[in-house]
């Protein structure tokens, strides 16, 4: 039953929570998950008591700021910890997985004790104190992405590297543009692209776990004068439509696009490299 809520959750804030249906920024009242720069941030308040009886007001004062301080941290940490829950993974959320193993639960929450102050400490007109705190979601993929199915850390020499550096600077393919602006489509943490036969064509076997873990198997960005994509797939990608979504987190492409995307990783090892990135509304 829980593991429902957890999964019914998890919808119901990519639906209502967004700034729009397929924003790479989920934002909640308790902080954001950005899929973009792959952060999440939360926030916490506490009033800040007073105490008019106290002969030494200063003293008594800067007591009172430490202890609120303290309170809005730890409120922090409980939201950090909700906001994790409803993060999508792979179409599971992380608060499914951490429900179906306890040993992933008490890693995640180490990982929640451990995250670090985003920014100055803010002063509230209503006598309360706001602290952000922030975890990278590469602490969180270290966590959960499995050691198996990926490529090979110890692989010989790519192959496609003799083919890269045989053509020329300005026809070299430099990364893969997912276009889903004309679908409804969830960011992940580890999204798959399949062709119209459900065959995969970028996937954990397309990448090392470090790279799925360091640098995320798929960057987003809403248009392509977002600093992501140059970044991400540099200034030479080729462009592909995305036909579907149909579990809202994997992408279908057509089987003519697949190949095209199969012919540029064997000639620029575009795959293995991460150099995929999807555009969102």
Same mark, same amino acid.
């Given at each position: ?11 119901? $804030? ?12 989920? +934002? ?14 939360? *926030? ?10 106290? %002969? ?20 922090? *940490? ?11 993974? =792979?179409?599971?959320? $992380? ?11 008490? *890693? ?24 952000? #705190? ?5 602490? #969180? ?22 083919? +890269? ?6 026809? %070299? ?5 997912? =276009? ?19 065959? #995969? ?7 090392? *776990?470090?790279?799925?873990?360091? +640098? ?26 995305? #036909?579907?979504?149909? =579990? ?13 995307? +199969? ?19």
């Amino acid at each position: 039953m829980i593991k429902y809520v957890f999964k019914y959750s998890f919808l119901f $804030v990519f639906l209502f929570a967004s700034n729009t249906p397929n924003s790479a920024v989920v +934002r909640t009242e308790e902080g954001f998950i950005d899929y973009s720069n792959r952060v999440i941030v939360s *926030r916490g308040t506490a009033s800040i008591s007073s105490n008019e009886k106290s %002969r030494n007001g200063i003293k008594m004062i800067e007591r009172n700021l430490k202890i609120s301080k303290g309170e809005a941290k730890t409120k922090a *940490r409980e939201n950090m910890l909700g906001l994790i829950k409803i993060v999508n993974f =792979d179409g599971r959320s $992380v608060g499914e997985i951490m429900y179906d193993d306890p040993l992933t639960q008490r *890693r995640v929450e180490t990982l929640v004790g451990s995250a670090y102050q985003q920014g100055e400490i803010e002063y509230l007109e209503r006598k309360e104190v706001a602290i952000a #705190l922030a975890v990278k979601m590469s602490g #969180l993929a270290e966590i959960l992405v499995d050691a198996g199915g990926h490529l090979n850390e110890s692989i010989s020499q790519p192959t496609y590297l003799m083919t +890269r550096n045989s053509t020329p600077k300005s026809e %070299r393919i430099s990364g893969v543009v997912i =276009d889903a602006r004309n679908i409804y489509h969830i960011p992940a943490m580890v999204p798959k692209i399949y062709n119209e036969e459900d065959k #995969l064509v970028y996937g954990p076997r397309h990448y090392t *776990r470090s790279r799925s873990i360091n +640098r995320g198997p798929m960057g987003y960005a809403h248009n392509l004068d977002d600093g992501n994509v140059k970044r991400r797939v540099g200034g030479n990608p080729i462009i592909i439509e995305a #036909l579907a979504s149909e =579990d809202n987190t994997n992408l279908t492409i057509s089987n003519t696009d697949s190949e095209k995307i +199969r012919d540029a990783e064997k000639r620029f090892g575009l795959l293995t490299n991460c150099k995929v990135l999807v555009l969102l509304k």
